[in-house]
């Protein structure tokens, strides 16, 4: 449809009909399934506005949408589509790693071919809109929600916002993509104390280095929708921000797509203490720049009375609608309101065989080895294996935010083993978790489910037997550990980083056998690993690994993959060390390097204050030696650009991929700087036994930060470059920029 035709239909429209397509509800609204994730109530919104209402969240299935669909296009004066928009977050039905883990890969590539496989299958589904990517930087273990995160470093969260944009909307012309929406805008991961929904607070400077950048790349990206917060921002909620969403997003980022609130957080600005009743709360959201309210009375029984009493421009309103209609109009839904939707389609495209290897790919790369003494692993074809622990063989392996994602689908853990070895014998050996009064507060789990999850205690002292008899009998015991699904995601801020109890008594019990153990973990957050590292051999950091999670697993165990996986959040000492981050600013006494001994510097009494595994941290099978640092120039001008090379070398005889991280840092500067931070990296493929020399290109525009007016600053002075691997393990050098 050309723009006058948008325009004609707009000028059409009344006043309620321009409402609807701000309003966004759920399934129950329209007589299906509601499978959102958030606090229901009732809304009060009349029929005749659900009639209207512009978007279903949510909502999938080719047949379902296409009924639906129909129904409201009859229902509306003009017939204008629905938009079906809901949580794409990491896999529709084919589910990967879960974004914690999508980030340790370092391969925004893969993660592209990923997203854009998603979007494939979701809008087969009829599904238009993906509620991802979510790119806020986390540096709280203690918040649920850094599992959808891809870590703590704002660079790297930018590369990614990138190609997970991109990735969802490379085919939307085709009508096999997803419009992205990019979440949570803005600075949801920097809530006080990981307590879920809390506020964030924080300086300017703060907020522009370390927080915007991953949602400003997702823009540049050319998102066409994002998505405000739930939380406020310096007092002020980002759903009614006006100078976020107005003054920054639209004005000085050129954002031209549409604002969704999230999940009634037009309707919480009152609980916020922040707007007097549903009316004040419509008008200080639209008139902050939000078009679309999802799952909230305050549109739908709000927008008109503003109208009506001139307390609101209906430009405003127009501008919102013409930018819906837009985003229809692009996606063709005036031609085909189903995008292409079809039950055909659906079937033949979800989970094919090429999807499952992808996230087979994604899933070993994703996939952290933080210990491997004596070369525990990889192991051998004939060794004989205890698989042991409550994900032994569990298809639970998805995580909480793959809500379209079937657990049956999934490849178990033994699954992936039995393809190896002849010799597995499986025991569960303990629950997940006994304490009943923390499943209850996950909030999912009815009384019934929890009496079926945890064991009497007979049963529980019967499961470690056998895990003991077995153990008994094999070389080598794989012990996989871990959270409960929904222990981790939205809500699941908890204050204990450590395994359940139960888990590290069990662990205890076979340690004693001194038999070789080999760790799993399935979990969607950094773990306090302090007391159990040295009661292990060997340790996988698997997250939730998805659908192919078994058989990824399984590459790794044995050595078919070489584990490339690299932290993206730092793994702390003890629960209280959070928030945990590396690129925190230089202190005044440093532990380390301080003029002060002894008592008065930055440090703990009880515990180190650097992170156990730290940002950047993981092994591979094999040694590597990094060599030869150079820079091109150890005077560096402004209009120059600084070649930095590394020569890495494989010394052993499996082939290898090393992700090279270059970091720097600026020694004097007018706001203090990070002890380091990430620039740039290369994921790169080594053979066995070979050396690669590696360049890259450090442009002055990286060094530069931006300070509390939110300006940026490049200053000439001392600088540091770090290259290398492992976080701790960098070979440094040092330059001056001349200005
Ligand atoms: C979450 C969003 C999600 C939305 C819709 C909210 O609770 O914060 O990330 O997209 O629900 O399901």
Redesign the pocket.
Known sequence: MKQEKINKLLHAMSLDEKIGQLIQLSGEFFSTADI???PSQKLGISQKMVNLCGSA??VVGAKNVHKIQDEQMKRQPHHIPMLFMS?VIYGFKTIYPIPLGLGCAWNPELVKKAFNSAADEASAAGNQVA?AP?VDVVHDARWGRVLESPGEDPYLNSVYAKSMVEGLQQDLKSKKGQAACV??FAAYGAIESGREYNSVDMSLSNLFQNYLPPYKAGVNAHAKMI?TS?TTLNGVPSTADKWLLDDLLRKSWNFKGIVIS??ASIYELIKHGFAADTTDAALKAINAGVDID?KSPCYATGLKQLLTDGKLDENKVDQAVLRILKLKNELGLFEDPYYGASEAREKGNILTTDKRLLARKLASQSIVMLKNDHQALPLKKNTKIALIGPYANNRNLIGMWAIHGNPQDTVTILDGIKENTNYVKVAKGTDLCRNKKLLHNLGFLSNESIDKMVSDDKTESKNNQEAIRIASKADTIVLTLGEETYEAG?AGAKTNLELASNQIELLDKLSKLGKKIILILINGRPLVLTNIKDKVDAIIEAWFPGTEGGHAIADILFGKTNPSGRLTMSFPYSSAQEPLYYNHLSTGRPENNSQHVGRFVSKYIDSPAAALYPFGYGLSYGNVLYKNLELSTSHFKCNQVEKISIDVINESDMDREETIQLYIHQYVAKIVQPVKRLVQFQKIFIPAHKRIHVEFQLKPQELAYYDNQGKMCLEGGKYSVYLGMNGGQLLKKDFILLI
């Open positions: 959102s994730i958030g969240l949510n949580d509620f979510m979440k949570h998505m739930l999230d999940y999802m939205e």
